[in-house]
């Protein structure tokens, strides 16, 4: 179910979230650039489908005939993460380029794409979500940023082992062999 950010708790628990996607796109990054490696573009987000629905996404595109080998090394560097976590070098990374994407929002404020703008009305005028200009949000992520520690993002992390259901989807030509489910 989609977790609404009303307080300033709900907003630090959505940066910390922020901050596990990047971390995990980075990781899957290295995984792009090993050549010959099972994947041509992969990353970590969350997505809202639809307004009661929060949707964590790995995404991933493999070379041709490489579906289960891509497969493989997604999972196995989500699994490498729950076990052993993060490193304090990674963190420190994500919370800069965060910093850094907030403070080009505030540069840009007076740019936002148009449908940014309507969800967030949307989520404020249907759910009461608090909706915040860029420099509040970035002075209230400038605040809290230094209070996410690693252990408590790889606490979380491992938190989401067997939280939330899992659907493996997988589109291509016809010709396309299918995975086998396990």
Not at 73 to 100: D, M, P, T
Not at 143 to 149: D, G, K, Q, S
């Amino acid at each position: 179910p989609r977790r609404i950010e009303r307080t300033v708790g709900d907003y630090q628990r959505a940066l910390a979230e922020r901050l596990y996607h990047s971390m995990l796109s980075d990781r899957l990054d290295e995984l792009l650039r090993q050549p010959g490696g099972p994947l041509l573009t992969a990353s970590s987000s969350l997505q809202r489908p639809i307004r009661p629905i929060d949707e964590w996404q790995r995404a991933a595109t493999v070379r041709e005939g490489g579906v289960e080998r891509g497969l493989q090394a997604l999972q196995q560097e989500v699994q490498r993460i729950r076990i052993y976590g993060f490193h304090a070098g990674e963190l420190a990374r994500a919370k800069a380029e965060l910093q850094r994407e907030l403070r080009f929002a505030v540069l840009r404020r007076h740019k936002r794409y148009g449908i940014q703008f309507c969800h967030q009305l949307a989520a404020s005028f249907l759910e009461q979500e608090v909706m915040l200009s860029a420099e509040d949000e970035r002075a209230l992520a400038e605040r809290l940023l230094p209070t996410i520690t690693l252990s408590e993002l790889n606490q979380l992390v491992r938190s989401w082992d067997g939280a939330v259901g899992r659907v493996i989807l997988v589109s291509g030509p016809a010709s396309l062999v299918k995975p086998r489910p396990e």
